[in-house]
């Protein structure tokens, strides 16, 4: 099956700082999607993005699909961004269902 | 904006008990998944459901069943629980063939005693 891989699997950061969170994956996907998972346990949904670019305030996302890869950019990070960041793709031809990757374990620092 | 409504937030049962979990889709989305996350892992497809017809199926266990109704809401039922079914089980819904991508809901953490 497709492999989707994230790096780095943990970051900790200083209140203000920014970051860039990697997904790669194995196989070509018709969806690909950016989950934080909050420290309640809850799944919210930041991008859907198979291809391009997208900005929603301080986060934004980039997909290379032809390079099999997708960048998250958290600029100035708050404490609130701490939790675990999830990409998920859904490969063609398999529609509904979602590989999620390992996550990555964000900490952001006041 | 509506979202996925999942029911119960929490649930604690006994081994060998039987836990229903339900799932309001966004309106119009005909279609469901559920998802299950054990601890420190990330979540795992289960079954899907288009029309209320089965449309997929993951790694359920045998003792796990679903449907989903004609109102498009879904029930998760798990049977002779496990201490290994305690876990997060997330509902998400989508428009079909996931056009536009899943939304999840808030999810169902469900310990086994």
């Known amino acids: 099956g497709i492999q989707v891989e994230q790096s780095p699997p943990d970051l900790i950061l200083q209140e203000g700082a920014n970051s860039t969170l990697r997904c790669n994956f194995s196989?070509?996907?018709?969806?690909l999607q950016w989950f934080h998972q909050n420290p309640w346990g809850q799944l919210i949904n930041l991008f859907y993005i198979p291809s391009g670019t997208k900005q929603n305030g301080r986060l934004s996302a980039t997909t290379v699909a032809t390079e099999r890869y997708s960048l998250l950019y958290i600029s100035s990070s708050q404490t609130t961004d701490s939790g675990v960041y999830f990409c998920a793709v859904e490969r063609w031809g398999n529609t509904g269902k979602l590989i999620f990757g390992q996550g990555t374990t964000l900490q952001v620092k006041p | 904006a509506a979202g996925v409504i999942q029911s119960p937030r929490h649930l604690i049962k006994e081994k060998r008990e039987t836990a229903t979990l339900k799932c309001y889709p966004i309106?119009?989305?005909?279609?469901v998944y559920w998802y299950q996350q054990g601890p420190g892992q990330d979540p795992q497809f289960l079954i899907s459901f288009y029309e209320k017809m089965q449309s997929d199926k993951g790694s359920i266990p045998d003792r796990f069943s679903a449907q989903q109704f004609s109102d498009y809401h879904s029930e998760l039922n798990m049977s002779s629980l496990e201490l290994g079914d305690s876990a997060l089980y997330f509902c998400?819904?989508?428009?079909?063939?996931?056009?536009?991508?899943?939304?999840f809901g808030s999810g169902t953490r469900l310990t086994v005693v």
């Open positions: 309106p119009r989305h005909d279609t």
């Open positions: 998400a819904s989508s428009l079909t063939g996931g056009a536009e991508g899943y939304t």
């Open positions: 196989d070509s996907v018709n969806n």
